[in-house]
């Protein structure tokens, strides 16, 4: 090679002496698809293999007089990490894929054994049973119950990390679908002794648009919570308006206060937190925020509206 060659001639030499890799191409079709691109306007980046494997990539920018200024950087070590990065990826996208299969049908084939065994003990617990008898019956009824409510929160999971939960747009009655949630769960607060009561703002309406179904699994999470850890004193569930700018309504807040016994400070930045579970040390301090909270929830009761 020597000053003057022509462009042509030194791709040309390029697929004579086997110096690059022309690939499913011929020489010939390789050397006019690299003219083809030195005579563009503002040829784009091309990446070419060499006999030894090595990828180089061709930085070409033409200046104002016509002249061209090329450069060749070595981007094998990146291609390969590249390439080494896509298989992992797909590597672990089927494996989640994989496992949130595994989940769903999972909990498909235990959910219907367990519904056999709560429709067996409602039937059970109808004939004449002793007393001791009647709490077994009901202690594997609320069990099996329970089991199906983590199933169906295992199965949800399942379906957020496959991409395919879905929620259903339509219109519902938010005041209803709160009052249905409360209607379940009062039992449970009257079985502990907890007064559970609700104030829906005047100025939210009642129809919206949205899933229903999600909505009352969310209470029922709130609500439910909040029995959970709630020994003594009330549940207080309120909706409102709130206000934006130039004082248009912008959003619905739901909240769920308790007397139950709370979170220490130095443990809330876990609550969002996956699979974690927070408690309190004592009893002792329980029992003193739930004192606390008595006057919490009743000043609740008393300003919501406001």
Known sequence: MCPGVSYSDILSFLTQEGIVDTGHLGAAQWCQMMLQRWHAAQPK????????????????????????VS???????????????????????????????????????????????????????????????KLFTDTIKTSSETLLVILKDVLDYSKMEADRLTLRRQKFNLEAAIDDVLSVLSHKAQAKGLLLFWDYGGACGTDFIGDPGRIRQIMIKLIGNALKFTC????????????????????????VIDTGVGIRPDQRKYVFQEFTQLQPKTQKRAEILAARAQGWVWRFAQNWSR
Do not use: Y
């Open 45 to 68: 980046p091309k990446n070419i293999k060499l006999w030894n494997c090595q990828m180089l990539r061709l930085i070409d920018q033409r200046g104002p007089m016509g002249d061209m």
């Open 232 to 255: 003594h004193g009330h549940i207080a569930v309120g909706v409102k308006k709130l206000f934006g700018a130039q004082n248009r309504p912008s959003k619905v807040q739901i909240c």
């Open 71 to 133: 450069l060749a950087h070595d981007v094998t070590a990146a291609l390969r990490c590249k390439t080494v990065l896509k298989t992992v990826r797909q590597t672990g996208e089927a494996n989640m894929r994989a496992k949130a299969s595994f989940l769903a049908n999972i909990s498909h084939e235990i959910r219907a054994p367990l519904h056999g065994v709560v429709g067996l003990a409602d039937l059970l617990s109808s004939t004449a049973l002793s007393e001791e008898q």
